[in-house]
């Protein structure tokens, strides 16, 4: 419990020191400017597209935690999804929404085993899509850039790793600080994984589920890039985006802000632009990622005052 209470304290504060070294090094004013001068179409068309995120994502949910033999209401699952989207946007860690989903969708008769189960492999089968799509970007960067030699792709492709290791371990070593129950929970994942991905047509759902998400949220963060003047090419949709999405998984900061931006001011150098567009593009679509999601809070002050 106290190493708990420690995590849920350093985890913002390590988010405002990355946030705020990013920005020291990086030419403010132009940020700013690029911000200022957001094409608001963009904003909104990018806002309408994390509505159908969502409620993708919440189907996604439903049909995984029907594979458990756990069914769910598809209205109150998009209505959770909503609260636990916002919950994961202002909350340190990134889980607390997930969490609270499980809590929720439990009932009276049943273990925390099979909700849990379901928020999680749902959850999963979302990164495995989009590692795929950023693995697959990184293997067609040398062959679709050709200012970028073999040799530096190369490079890249394993600095990206090597990074994304450290973030893991980090991120692993602090969520599973005092935590002991995991080592039971574990051993019930392998079957589990069996039933919602194994089964007949099971992998084609999830994965077609699981693949348009993520090309949703590819496109809002290119819209975030176009909206302050810094479109990416091609590659960069499939590489660049990708990897500073991944950033936002582990669970040391809020809402992703500061190693999404980080990313950023590394990646869209790469590309032709500027760093300084990186972040700008960056905190656009975080802005946006977290309005997105504001619905979820008008529904818990609706649930709250209704069961009030």
């Not at 994304?164 to 599973?176: D, F, H, K, N």
């Not at 019930?188 to 194994?198: H, L, N, P, Q, T």
């Not at 669970?251 to 700008?280: F, H, K, M, N, S």
Request: charged share 10%; aromatic share 10%.
């Amino acid at each position: 419990m106290t190493s708990g209470k420690y995590r849920n304290f350093f985890t913002p504060i390590f988010g405002i020191i990355l946030l705020v070294t990013v920005f020291s090094v990086s030419n403010t004013d132009a940020i700013l400017a690029s911000l200022g001068n957001a094409r608001l179409e963009l904003v909104f068309l990018g806002l309408c597209l994390i509505q159908i995120q969502i409620i993708l994502s919440a189907l996604r949910w439903c049909y995984t935690a029907a594979q458990l033999d756990h069914p769910l209401p598809p209205a109150s699952a998009i209505a959770d999804y909503y609260l636990g989207s916002f919950l994961n946007m202002v909350l340190p860690g990134g889980v607390v929404g997930d969490m609270m989903r499980a809590a929720r969708s439990r009932s009276a008769d049943r273990k925390w085993s099979i909700p849990v189960l379901a928020v999680l492999l749902e959850r999963f089968s979302g990164q495995i899509a989009l590692f795929f799509v950023g693995g697959l970007g990184f293997i067609l960067w040398p062959f679709l850039d050709a200012e970028l030699r073999p040799s530096e792709a190369l490079a890249l492709v394993l600095a990206a790793i090597g990074a994304l290791i450290v973030v893991a371990a980090v991120s692993l070593l602090i969520w599973l600080s005092g935590s002991l129950w995991w080592r039971n929970f574990i051993r019930k994942i392998g079957r589990s994984i069996a039933v919602c991905y194994g089964l007949p047509y099971a992998w084609l759902v999830q994965g077609v589920l699981s693949l348009t998400i993520v090309i949703s949220y590819i496109a809002v963060f290119a819209m975030a890039s176009v909206a302050i003047g810094a479109p990416l090419p091609l590659i960069g949709l499939i590489t660049a985006i990708p990897l500073c999405l991944l950033t936002m998984v582990f669970p040391i900061t809020v809402g992703g802000w500061g190693t999404r931006e980080a990313a950023a001011a590394v990646l869209w150098p790469l590309l032709g632009l500027t760093g300084d567009q990186g972040i700008a593009a960056s905190v656009l679509y975080g802005a946006i990622v977290t309005l997105g999601t504001l619905p979820g809070l008008a529904l818990f002050i609706w649930s709250t005052s209704r069961r009030r």
